[in-house]
């Protein structure tokens, strides 16, 4: 299991860095526009996420972690939170 969770972690940064780069690429991220409500609200989203991951409550840590990717998609972290996840819960081709 810990060598598929870290299949995932890796599969999880490489999406994370590539999404980076399309990012700085398209000028899309964390651009002003989103402002500083967005940036709180996914802060918000990844902290529930990680209180439900060090809860075991994976469902819930998916769910947080996936809202806070939506509002900023160029958060390493936040993607590596949803790759964690994931495979916490078995989902190992999601987190793929």
């Keep these: 299991m810990q060598r598929l969770q870290r299949k995932a972690l ?6 994370a860095l590539s999404s980076l780069a399309v990012s700085a690429q398209t000028g899309t991220g964390s651009a002003p526009a989103r402002g500083a409500r ?11 996420g990680y209180k439900a991951y060090g809860r075991r409550d ?28 994931l495979a916490a819960n078995g989902q190992i081709d999601q987190a793929e």
């Design 38 to 48: 967005g940036a709180q609200a996914a802060h918000a989203a990844a902290d529930a």
């Design 58 to 85: 994976y469902r819930a840590a998916i769910v947080s972690a996936q809202r806070a990717v939506q509002l900023a998609p160029d958060r390493r972290d936040y993607w590596l939170l949803l790759a964690q996840s």
């Design 10 to 15: 890796a599969l999880a940064a490489a999406l």
